[in-house]
Nanobody
Framework: QVQLVESGGGLVQPGGSLRLSCAAS????????MRWYRQAPGKERELVAG????????NYAASVKGRFTISRENAKNTVYLQMNSLRPEDTAVYYC??????????WGQGTQVTVSS
C-alpha cells in the first residue's frame, strides 16, 4: 500500500524556520521525481518545489526561491523541505507528491504550516 506521510508542520513566527519531512512507504522514491505543493485557504494548490530522482536538480516557485530547499534521502525513502525566513503568506497545508508516468499522482495527507506572530 502506497503511503506518503508528511510531518514537521506547526506554528512559527515570521522569520522562523521549519523542516518538513515526507516519509514514503509501499514504493521506492528513488524511481520518482518528488514534489512539495501547498494550498492556502481559498486558493488553488500550487507547486512549491521539485527534485529529480537523483537529487541533482531542483526547481522552486518564485515566491520561495532562496528561502526553501528541497532534498531527498533515497536510502531513507524520505523527502524534505527546509523552509527558512518564513512569511505569513507561506501559511498553508503542505503536501508531498509523487507524479506518476500515467499522469496520475500519489499524495500525502498534508501538514499544516502557520506563520504568525
Amino acid at each position: 500500500q502506497v503511503q506518503l506521510v508528511e510531518s514537521g508542520g506547526g506554528l512559527v513566527q515570521p522569520g522562523g524556520s521549519l523542516r518538513l519531512s515526507c516519509a514514503a512507504s509501499g514504493f521506492s522514491i528513488s524511481y520518482y521525481v518528488m514534489r512539495w505543493y501547498r494550498q492556502a485557504p481559498g486558493k488553488e494548490r500550487e507547486l512549491v518545489a521539485g527534485v529529480t530522482r537523483t537529487g541533482r536538480s531542483t526547481n522552486y516557485a518564485a515566491s520561495v526561491k532562496g528561502r526553501f530547499t528541497i532534498s531527498r534521502e533515497n536510502a531513507k525513502n524520505t523527502v524534505y523541505l527546509q523552509m527558512n525566513s518564513l512569511r505569513p503568506e507561506d501559511t498553508a497545508v503542505y503536501y508531498c507528491n509523487a507524479p506518476l508516468a500515467d499522469g496520475g499522482d500519489w499524495w500525502g495527507q498534508g501538514t499544516q504550516v502557520t506563520v504568525s506572530s
